[in-house]
Nanobody, 112 residues
Framework: QVQVVESGGGLVQAGGSLRLSCAASGVTFGLSTVGWYRQAPGKQRERVATISPHYNTNYADSVKGRFAISRDNAKNTGYLEMNSLKPEDTAVYSC??????WGQGTQVTVSS
């Protein structure tokens, strides 16, 4: 069956950086769009960034210039590099593969 596992979250000070990973199995990863989403307490889930099988990327306005999404098809893994983190980036970050399969999420907390 399909498994999607996120990792790399944690606690970081404002201005710091984190890199999230999204490892997938049981799916044709190279043909799948990978997306990162986040949900803060009391807020709706927000699309953060996506990368298509052809490496086309899209970002939410709130993270443009600070976050970078990438993928390594040989490793069936997607990444989200997050720089210049702000307290408002605090949320549970989840990965989707093929717009269908989701991981459990990883907590990112940015302290001021």
């Amino acid at each position: 069956q399909v498994q999607v596992v996120e990792s790399g979250g944690g606690l970081v000070q404002a201005g710091g950086s984190l890199r999230l990973s999204c490892a997938a199995s049981g799916v044709t990863f190279g043909l799948s769009t990978v997306g990162w989403y986040r949900q803060a307490p009391g807020k709706q889930r927000e699309r953060v960034a996506t990368i298509s099988p052809h490496y086309n990327t899209n970002y939410a306005d709130s993270v443009k210039g600070r976050f970078a999404i990438s993928r390594d098809n040989a490793k069936n893994t997607g990444y989200l590099e997050m720089n210049s983190l702000k307290p408002e980036d605090t949320a549970v970050y989840s990965c989707s593969v093929a717009n269908r399969y989701w991981g459990q999420g990883t907590q990112v907390t940015v302290s001021s």
